[in-house]
């Protein structure tokens, strides 16, 4: 009712963001606080951190019901030929635009593929994220799936020197990743799963 009050007009602009947009946010964000996300098998004893795509108010994402709450980010079509799912194996990494460098690099080769085309936690490595540099984290040879936001949720400014092994939740679907399959080459994204390690000493 607010929302309806204060904002008429659905399309009507706050910021970057349209009304509608920001009333669905914040509803997401209400189902996320209602729902917590089940701690993955076999981290039970860790102290872990995730975030869900739907934390990260992108736009682009897409209903599957596999996914946690129901939303996924989806590279479909890749655009330029070369970076197609069947010429390049999965890659997910981290670069940083201030040092022009890249901080992590993990390539999955295909026989590393689960073949059930369902949701799979993968161990990009480990790393600090620093709120004071543009880091980016990046999905497939394309770059184009579009995950950086997940990874800057991590910072804490509290806690600033705390390294995290990083873990993309991911579904990989078509004959590009399991033989045989009538699925659309797609990579599909729901959560990112940090875990907490040790501190990093800062060099003098």
Not at 25 to 54: F, H
Not at 64 to 85: F, I
Not at 106 to 132: A, C, Q, W
């Amino acid at each position: 009712m607010v929302y309806k009050r204060q904002y008429s007009e659905p399309k009507q602009c706050i910021g970057s963001i349209y009304c509608d947009q920001m009333l669905a946010n914040d509803l997401n964000y209400l189902k996320m606080l209602r729902n917590p996300i089940p701690i993955p098998r076999g981290m039970e004893k860790e102290d872990i951190v995730q975030v869900s795509v739907l934390r990260c108010n992108i736009l682009e994402l897409v209903s599957d019901p596999e996914a946690t709450y129901g939303r996924a980010l989806k590279l479909g079509k890749v655009k330029a030929a070369q970076y197609d799912h069947d010429k390049q194996p999965l890659e997910f990494g981290i670069y940083n635009y201030t040092t022009k460098k890249y901080e992590l690099k993990r390539v999955i080769e295909g026989k590393d593929l689960p073949k059930d085309e369902k949701y799979h936690l993968y161990l990009i490595g480990r790393t600090l994220p620093n709120g004071f540099e543009k880091q980016y984290l990046w999905g497939h040879r394309s770059w184009g799936l579009h995950i950086d936001k997940l990874y800057a949720e991590l910072w804490n400014p509290v806690d600033p020197s705390r390294e995290y092994d990083i873990y993309i939740s991911c579904k990989l679907t078509g004959p590009a990743y399991v033989k045989g399959s009538k699925s659309e080459n797609a990579v599909y994204v729901d959560k990112l799963v940090a875990v907490k390690r040790g501190i990093k000493l800062q060099k003098k």
